[in-house]
């Protein structure tokens, strides 16, 4: 099954492996995707569908040094450089539109500033990371440190980050992505709005679950307003801790989240699943709610094996499946997978930063 056709939106899906949004951090000066991503992104178009990793929205959204952006006419021409060659080659790419919100330092905001979040609340622990010497991503050398503390959104300034979302949408439209997945996953800056202990507001935008809903809910019509719901996805991490975001009862949380989204018809929700230490096994009722209040194509990522994702989708509270770690060292994973080829190993040390080791010198199956 994991190899069947899959009808997605507009796309016709050759089979149902999703190469997942991944941080690389390998944008060149000014944030500008490079023709080394084109390349990383080519190699891996056989995907039934690629989502690129997170691209921040405007320069306030970054949380980390050398992540690409889609809010210049540079990055654009960047990111149209890899959409030409994933199509050239039959791909299918959707861009994951990125703001950490609070998760930042002021060492990566413009001038210096605080970040900004539903909420002036720190999590401590939580490090993003930084290239204090201006070294680039060849260089491969920063460190982390603890995300400094944020400011609160004011009321009257969240319809202006709405609008920046929905311009993100049509600069993605003009670099050539098929569509697009909103970030609201992982503890940034949606999901900082949606988890009762990120968001202590007390105006339109927290306080009750429909309240704290609210921002994701304003940003995903926007960006349907822009592209059409067949063109926009979701993805939520339901279960997970991940950068300090808890909610008090999040499975109540995130099945009112994806009834939401249904009502507003995206294509699909993206659940993060377990690919953390801290998330806990998502238990199987959850799952089959989720099916139950959520009509669309329903993606699952986080540590499956060729043997987990056949039985999810057998199951059917699954349509399509994310491989993360597997598709960074297995350009060829989707014919690797369906011949029963053993995997190539990842090398951490290249996951973030660097050059072409360890982003487009893993060997294929095939010559």
Do not use: C
């Amino acid at each position: 099954m994991l190899f069947s056709t899959y009808q997605l939106g507009h796309l016709q899906l050759p089979h149902r492996v999703v190469l997942p949004p991944m941080t690389r951090s390998r944008a060149a000066k000014g944030d500008v995707p490079t023709d080394l991503m084109a390349e990383y992104y080519a190699q891996r178009a056989t995907a039934g569908l690629i989502v690129s990793e997170g691209t921040q929205i405007n320069p306030e959204g970054q949380g980390y040094a050398w992540t690409p952006g889609i809010y210049s006419a540079a990055q654009i021409a960047g990111w149209k450089k890899v959409t030409d060659a994933v199509h050239a080659k039959g791909g299918r790419i959707f861009a994951q539109l990125w703001h950490v919100g609070r998760v930042s330092h002021v060492a990566l905001q413009p001038g210096g500033v605080q970040p900004v979040s539903s909420s002036a609340l720190q999590a401590q622990g939580v490090k993003v990371f930084v290239d204090p010497e201006g070294k680039g991503p060849e260089a491969g050398v920063g460190g982390m440190v603890q995300h400094s503390m944020p400011r609160a959104l004011r009321e009257d300034e969240i319809p202006a980050i709405v609008a920046q979302y929905a311009q993100a949408a049509r600069n993605a439209l003009e670099a050539g992505f098929d569509g697009v997945e909103l970030h609201a996953a992982n503890g940034y800056l949606i999901n900082q709005f949606i988890d009762s202990q990120a968001n202590h507001r007390t105006d339109g935008y927290g306080g009750t679950l429909s309240k704290r809903l609210r921002f994701l809910k304003e940003v995903t019509q926007a960006v349907i307003a822009v592209l059409g719901k067949e063109r926009v996805g979701v993805r939520l991490a339901p279960l997970t801790t991940l950068n300090g975001a808890v909610d008090d009862t999040p499975q109540a949380t995130y099945l009112a989240a994806a009834k939401l989204l249904d009502d507003l018809g995206v294509a699909y929700i993206h659940i993060a699943e377990v690919d953390w230490e801290d998330a806990p096994q998502m238990p199987l009722a959850f799952k089959e709610a989720l099916r139950m209040v959520y009509g669309g194509t329903l993606i699952y990522a986080g540590k499956y094996t060729k043997e987990k994702a056949e039985a999810a989708l057998q199951a059917g509270w699954a349509d399509l499946i994310g491989f993360g770690r597997p598709y960074i060292a297995n350009p060829d994973l989707p014919y690797r997978l369906q011949h029963d080829l053993p995997l190539n190993q990842p090398d951490p040390s290249t996951f973030f930063g660097g050059a072409a080791k360890g982003l487009t010198d893993y060997p294929f199956a095939q010559a």
